[in-house]
């Protein structure tokens, strides 16, 4: 046997092997996982100038005890009152609402504004620093009263307190909890009428 082939064999194998201990190396090597959470960090949200619910105004005809009446119930954001803030610093304008009942003829026969200061009996200490009066529309007639949906709310989300307001034939206010809806755990304590 020639030592000549056996020597070339011998040189392929040498040109060989770098190139197969190269490949060898590449295709089994990872990356180095590592544990680390990478996480951008939260935009703070800076808060804006205080910013005011819409004004509406609703106006109802009822027939009431035999007679025509119309109610009105008017929202604006009232500056004289004291601003409430959310979580983020954001300031918020705490509503008035007036609400008037009307003779067919145009006088008065009840009118009276209200803010969170008139539900503040019924409120945890949370809802009245944090909550503004967001609605009173007027519901319906029973009986010698006319009965009023309130709510007040932590602004721009969906909790708020319910509140019933009913102004009776005799111009008398009661305010308390709409224990209906469930929303304070059917507190029956605090479900009768409160004069105001």
């Known amino acids: 046997m020639s030592a000549k082939p056996l020597e070339q064999d011998m040189k392929r194998l040498y040109q060989i ?41 609703q106006t109802t005809d009822v027939a009431w005890l035999g007679k025509n009446y119309q109610v009105e119930v008017h929202r604006v954001a009232d500056d004289s009152l004291k601003m409430v803030k959310d979580e983020n610093g954001q300031k918020f304008v705490d509503n008035r609402i007036s609400v008037k009942v009307m003779r067919s003829d145009g006088s008065v026969f009840f ?51 319910p509140l019933v307001v009913s102004v009776s034939n005799f ?7 709409d224990t209906d809806l469930d929303t304070n755990g059917g507190n029956e304590a605090n479900a009768d009428d409160d004069e105001q």
């Open 111 to 161: 009118s009276r504004s209200f803010t969170k200061a008139a539900f503040e009996s019924y409120l945890n200490n949370d809802y009245r620093r944090t909550g503004v009066l967001e609605g009173l529309v007027y519901d319906k007639v029973e009986g010698n009263n006319l009965f009023f949906a309130a709510s007040v709310s932590h602004p721009q989300t969906d909790e708020y307190i």
């Open 171 to 177: 111009g008398e206010v009661g305010i308390r909890l």
């Open 17 to 57: 092997l770098p190139l197969a201990a190269l490949l060898l190396l590449t295709g089994c090597s990872q990356k180095k996982k590592s544990d680390d959470i990478i996480a951008t960090k939260p935009e703070v949200v800076k808060p804006q100038a205080p910013i005011r619910m819409q004004e509406y105004k």
